[in-house]
Each structure stands twice: as structure tokens, then as C-alpha cells.
């Protein structure tokens, strides 16, 4: 997994003049996902992400097309971050090795 790094003083998202966001975390990983028949789903292995805590709101971005999957990144605990991919597009997908860029807003 590739290492993290934070970028600090956030600014454009704000609510009654106060910043949402003061750091947003940056991590990537190349992750093969298995083959996924319908209905199936499958969730990575942890990716370290320095800084990142329960409840901080992650985004998650794919260099492949996802081709109608749907993709959710959590904080699964401290410095760690998990995505789950899951198949619902009445086919099997088999995605090829792809490179996730992680994005972590604290």
C-alpha cells in the first residue's frame, strides 16, 4: 500500500464562515478485486491512511470504470481505511488490477 500524506488548512468548504474540513488525508492503493457474480460484493484489505479517525468522512476514486458497481470507503479504525465494492449489475464483473486514490477529510 502506498504511504498517506495530509494537506492541511482546507479551505472552500464552510459552514457559517468556519472551515468543515481542516486536513484531508491522501493515501492509494493497487487493489486486484476478485471477480464479482450479481449480488456479490467484496471488501479490501486495510489501507493506511496516517491521521484518519472513526467518523471522518472518506472519498474514494477508481482508475478503472466501474461499469455500474457501487463503491464505499469507510475508516474502519485509527490510520486505516477499508472500501467495499459490491456488483449489482444483473452480470458478472471481473475487474482488472486498478489503482484506488483514497481521500480523507478530518
Do not use: P
Not at 468548504?13 to 456479490?40: K, M
Not at 489501507?47 to 475508516?75: E, K, M, P, R, W
Not at 489503482?99 to 477529510?105: C, M, N, S
Amino acid at each position: 500500500m502506498a504511504a498517506s500524506r495530509a494537506t492541511t488548512n482546507y479551505t472552500g468548504l464552510a459552514l457559517n464562515d468556519t472551515d468543515l474540513f481542516l486536513n484531508v488525508l491522501n493515501a492509494s492503493a493497487v487493489v486486484d478485486v476478485a471477480s464479482l457474480i450479481d449480488g456479490a460484493g467484496a471488501t479490501s484489505a486495510s489501507i493506511t491512511v496516517t491521521g484518519a479517525t472513526l467518523g471522518d468522512f472518506v472519498l474514494i476514486s477508481c482508475s478503472l470504470d466501474l461499469q455500474g458497481l457501487t463503491i464505499n470507503a469507510y475508516v474502519d479504525a485509527a490510520n486505516s481505511v477499508k472500501f467495499r465494492i459490491q456488483n449489482e449489475t444483473g452480470g458478472t464483473i471481473d475487474l482488472a488490477s486498478a489503482t484506488f486514490k483514497v481521500k480523507v477529510l478530518r
